[in-house]
């Protein structure tokens, strides 16, 4: 204690984790709503040396940042302190339902509007024009579209949206390898409650246990594998 101010006057750091967020990452994700216009940052994308930014923020992985603060509770304390800032922001929870309602499904319903199937071709991109969503402009759909079908990306999401789906004719058929590690679990609590596996067409995963909670809501009698 005795050393106290000299250490202050030496810039010791008492609270690492507190130090960071309030110098370094609450700025950036002010400033990269600032000059975006959203809170989506990239799981890639790291704060550029340069003067359109905090110069403390500078190198900062501000992506693998905001993926600690959504996975692993990162920042945990200062998270809830600034809960109504981070709110204002526009702060993405969960990047992956954001971007399924937001900008995905959006796209694939215009898509179905303007072509009146939803055979998207690998290499198409949303184009920037007005009878295309806003939120879905510059969107790799195509890509998009090829991940789902040949390895079920965002299933939570597709698992929820069925009759969505089904009504703009998407292929919604599950992957072999998400089958196994999403749906069969299921279908195994299932079993074990009815004594069988014949799901009824209208099933959809209660939000009450013995169910686990990252699949209620999940429409498990639509589901078909590839």
Same mark, same amino acid.
Request: proline content about 6%; overall charge neutral; glycine content about 6%.
């Given at each position: 204690?005795?050393?106290?101010?000299?250490?202050?006057?030496?810039?010791?750091?008492?609270?690492?984790?507190?130090?960071?967020?309030?110098?370094?990452?609450?700025?950036?994700?002010?400033?990269?709503?600032?000059?975006?216009?959203?809170?989506? %940052?990239? =799981?890639?994308?790291?704060?550029?040396?340069?003067?359109?930014?905090?110069?403390?923020?500078? @190198?900062?992985?501000?992506?693998?940042? %905001?993926? @600690?603060?959504?996975?692993?509770?990162?920042?945990?304390?200062?998270?809830?302190?600034?809960?109504?800032?981070?709110?204002?922001?526009?702060? %993405?929870?969960?990047?992956?339902?954001?971007?399924?309602?937001?900008?995905?499904?959006?796209?694939?319903?215009?898509?179905? =509007?303007?072509?009146?199937?939803?055979?998207?071709?690998? *290499?198409?991109?949303?184009? *920037?024009?007005?009878?295309?969503?806003?939120?879905?402009?510059?969107?790799?759909?195509?890509?998009?579209?090829?991940?789902?079908?040949? *390895?079920?990306?965002?299933?939570?999401?597709?698992?929820?949206?069925?009759?969505?789906?089904?009504?703009?004719?998407?292929?919604?058929?599950?992957? %072999?390898?998400?089958?196994?590690?999403?749906?069969? /679990?299921?279908?195994?609590?299932?079993?074990?409650?009815? @004594?069988?596996?014949?799901?009824?067409?209208?099933?959809?995963?209660?939000?009450? /246990?013995?169910?686990?909670?990252?699949?209620?809501?999940?429409?498990?009698?639509?589901?078909?594998?590839?």
């Amino acid at each position: 204690m005795r050393d106290k101010a000299h250490l202050e006057d030496l810039g010791f750091v008492w609270d690492f984790y507190e130090s960071e967020w309030s110098e370094r990452i609450l700025p950036a994700l002010e400033n990269f709503y600032r000059l975006m216009g959203h809170c989506q %940052v990239p =799981q890639s994308f790291a704060v550029p040396s340069d003067e359109c930014w905090p110069t403390l923020s500078w @190198g900062l992985k501000l992506g693998n940042v %905001v993926s @600690g603060i959504r996975s692993d509770g990162s920042y945990s304390t200062q998270v809830m302190r600034d809960k109504t800032r981070l709110k204002e922001l526009g702060f %993405v929870w969960d990047f992956f339902e954001s971007e399924w309602s937001k900008r995905i499904m959006p796209a694939l319903e215009a898509f179905h =509007q303007l072509h009146g199937h939803c055979r998207v071709s690998r *290499s198409f991109v949303v184009p *920037s024009e007005a009878t295309w969503p806003e939120n879905a402009h510059g969107l790799k759909l195509g890509i998009i579209v090829g991940t789902i079908h040949r *390895s079920a990306s965002h299933f939570d999401q597709i698992a929820r949206s069925m009759n969505s789906l089904a009504a703009i004719e998407f292929d919604s058929k599950i992957a %072999v390898s998400k089958w196994k590690n999403r749906v069969e /679990p299921i279908l195994t609590t299932f079993e074990q409650l009815y @004594g069988h596996r014949n799901v009824p067409r209208d099933f959809v995963v209660p939000s009450t /246990p013995p169910w686990q909670k990252k699949d209620w809501g999940i429409q498990l009698g639509k589901l078909e594998p590839r």
